[in-house]
């Protein structure tokens, strides 16, 4: 069975301070695709972005930056000079490969709310 | 641009009712997918659908059935709607990796 754990519940930060979301998953796939998703208080899911289990470069994206290590089955994500706009539940989320019954659905850790302060 | 549409941002439904929650994409994708999302829980997967027709049970399918008669069109059903259903519920679709998901439905059962 999969597991995705955002251990932090919510944090908070002042504004330009870096901040990183942890996230731990387990799986027995070998052939693995993670994800993370932002929900700000509108509600809508934005996704930002999915790595597969081959793929363990570094991405950075602007101020956005994630760190995957399968030595640790972790795929953090951070955030630096953080600005008020990025206040927001972030999901991190895992996929089964092509080999799986799951039909590609996403085993979504409980979220991490970040609140960023002026 | 991609489009994942749900038929009702706010519904209001009273214990008993039978509940009929819509989801349309534009995107000619096969597979669908009915997640509920609950504060602290983050979100769980209740049924997907491969393609026309065709269902599958996820986490939490109790209580619920779906409906997949046209390929851009996937329905949640609650048979007898209860006060534990009343939740945020998304749909979604996906392409080989990514799933677009529509803006959700919160679900108030009186």
């Known amino acids: 069975a999969q597991k995705v754990t955002q251990a932090q519940t919510e944090i908070s930060v002042v504004e330009k301070e870096d901040v990183t979301l942890d996230c731990v998953y387990e799986?027995?796939?070998?052939?693995?695709?993670l994800f993370w998703y932002k929900q700000p208080p509108s509600g809508e899911l934005v996704f930002l972005i999915r790595?597969?289990?081959?793929?363990?470069q570094n991405e950075i994206s602007g101020r956005y930056s994630w760190n995957f290590q399968k030595s640790t089955s972790s795929f953090n994500f951070t955030i630096t000079a953080s600005q008020v706009v990025d206040s927001a539940v972030y999901f991190c989320?895992?996929?089964?490969?092509?080999?799986?019954?799951?039909?590609?659905?996403?085993?979504f850790g409980k979220g991490t709310s970040l609140l960023v302060t002026p | 641009d991609v489009k994942v549409t749900q038929s009702s941002r706010y519904l209001v439904k009273r214990t008993g009712e039978k509940v009929f929650l819509e989801c349309v994409q534009d995107?000619?994708?096969?597979?669908m997918f009915w997640y509920r999302q609950d504060p602290g829980l983050g979100l769980r997967l209740i049924y997907f659908?491969?393609?026309?027709?065709?269902?599958e049970k996820g986490d939490i399918p109790e209580g619920y059935s779906v409906s997949r008669e046209k390929k851009e069109r996937f329905s949640l059903i609650l048979e007898s709607a209860s006060t534990n259903q009343t939740s945020m519920y998304l749909c979604?679709?996906?392409?080989?990796?990514?799933?677009?998901f529509g803006p959700g439905t919160r679900l108030t059962v009186l």
């Open positions: 979604a679709s996906k392409t080989v990796f990514e799933q677009f």
């Open positions: 799986t027995r796939d070998t052939t693995y695709y």
């Open positions: 790595r597969n289990s081959f793929d363990e």
């Open positions: 989320a895992l996929s089964e490969g092509p080999y799986s019954n799951s039909g590609y659905a996403l085993n």
């Open positions: 995107m000619d994708h096969e597979n």
């Open positions: 659908s491969y393609d026309v027709k065709m269902k």
